[in-house]
């Protein structure tokens, strides 16, 4: 029995699913409010948690369930249907499982549709009963009637345990975290192809550029189906996918650029006399540059700069000895997102002693990036060390030329 949507008005203010394609509904909720992801990073335009329900003639499935926060949303826009046969999990993450037991409390008769390491995770992170599953691998289909789910496993976009769903009658590629942005809009197609880049951008910084070698290879999986969208379950519905295909080509393929990420801080202006000083050797010598001032930093800025920069240079004050903790953070996160830059450096102002250079590369000491001679100051930095940050501007510059960055 198909689970059809009612025709029945909804109360005020309820949400009414958006229609894709016959059969095919947007019923996911956008968080304007949400400011923090993971407590770690900024969500300057919010998010969505984006579900779709597929009805088919003789089944139903809902794909993904929302994050908890936003249940209500997803189940005023599922009131009107009678009967969900599957709820089909694509990634574990709370995100978007951590609303399965509350539709699964409305549609018991549900079967969840998971593989298998996601099954196991979602009874860890959801206590869900082993007799909910309907177990799935790779290449396996879920007929609807007239409407079919193929499953390709996309491990490590977020999760191991990630996968997606291609919907061959409409050509729609189900992508989940792949290809999203933490963007809350009243626009369910991504019409704004500027503001969506640019968030798009900030998501696979934050999310996926650890995993830019296994994007590689999901991108050529998924380049064998005829996809005519995606339908991914973080911001607006890509009706063009080349848009977003194009660009994670390019920010998990692309050369590094001729561009130097520049996080900073300053205590008592010291450092900041010497990142204007590399800015402007960097500028006049024609390579861009990132600044990110890390006092209240924005990591997200920070992260986006390193998916095309092909230098790394950190300015840090010293503080009792060691970097200032802000550009430490700064450091350790950016060596955990695994950037494509090929050279790193270090400059700043100490008062007495500074570990500060050592302490600072120590963390990329896994990754292949050469160390070029940093540059630090007692105090505030004199001629020498003016003419040191020079030196340091003309050898990036010429690395980067080296090494054909454009
Ligand atoms: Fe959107 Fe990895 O969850």
Request: proline share 7%.
């Amino acid at each position: 029995m198909s689970g059809k949507i009612s025709n029945s008005r909804p109360p005020c203010g309820a949400r009414k699913p958006r229609k894709i394609r016959d059969g095919v509904f947007y019923v996911g909720a956008a968080d304007w409010d949400r400011a923090l992801f993971d407590a770690l990073i900024p969500l300057p335009d919010g998010t969505s948690y984006n579900a779709y329900l597929i009805e088919g003639s003789e089944k139903t499935a809902l794909i993904d369930a929302v994050e908890p926060r936003k249940i209500e949303e997803l189940l005023d826009q599922i009131s009107g249907v009678n009967r969900i046969d599957y709820i089909v999990s694509l990634h574990a993450e709370q995100d978007h499982s951590g609303g399965i037991p509350h539709v699964l409390e409305r549609h018991p008769e549900a079967k969840v549709v998971a593989n298998a390491k996601a099954k196991t995770m979602l009874q860890d992170l959801l206590a869900l009963p082993e007799e909910v599953f309907l177990t799935v691998k790779e290449g396996d289909a879920l007929s609807l009637g007239g409407k079919t789910l193929e499953f390709i496993m996309t491990p490590w976009v977020h999760w191991p345990e990630t996968m997606c769903a291609f919907l061959p009658e409409e050509g729609i590629l189900f992508s989940c975290d792949m290809f999203g942005a933490h963007l809350a809009s009243s626009e369910l197609y991504a019409t704004d192809r500027g503001r969506v880049l640019e968030a798009a951008k900030r998501y696979y910084a934050e999310i996926m550029m650890p995993f830019a070698n296994v994007i590689r290879k999901n991108l050529e999986k998924i380049g064998r189906f005829p996809i005519q969208m995606i339908a991914p379950s973080h911001g607006p519905v890509y009706a063009d996918p080349g848009l977003i295909l194009e660009a994670y080509g390019e920010w998990a393929s692309g050369p590094p650029k001729n561009l130097v990420a520049l996080p900073y801080v300053s205590m008592h202006g010291s450092t900041q006399q010497m990142v204007d000083c590399l800015l402007a050797g960097l500028v006049n010598r024609g390579v861009r540059v990132a600044p990110c001032n890390m006092e209240n930093g924005d990591i997200g800025k920070l992260a986006m700069s390193l998916v095309d920069a092909g230098s790394l240079v950190l300015a840090a004050p010293t503080v009792l000895g060691g970097p200032h903790p802000n550009l430490f953070y700064a450091a350790f996160l950016a060596a955990q997102l695994r950037p494509k830059a090929k050279f790193l450096s270090v400059i700043g102002s100490y008062g007495w002693q500074a570990k500060t250079a050592e302490t600072l590369t120590g963390v990329f000491a896994s990754q292949k990036m050469e160390v070029l001679e940093p540059v630090l100051a007692k105090g505030l930095p004199k001629a020498a060390e003016r003419e040191a940050l020079d030196r340091l501007a003309a050898t990036i510059a010429e690395k980067h030329r080296e090494n054909g960055f454009a």
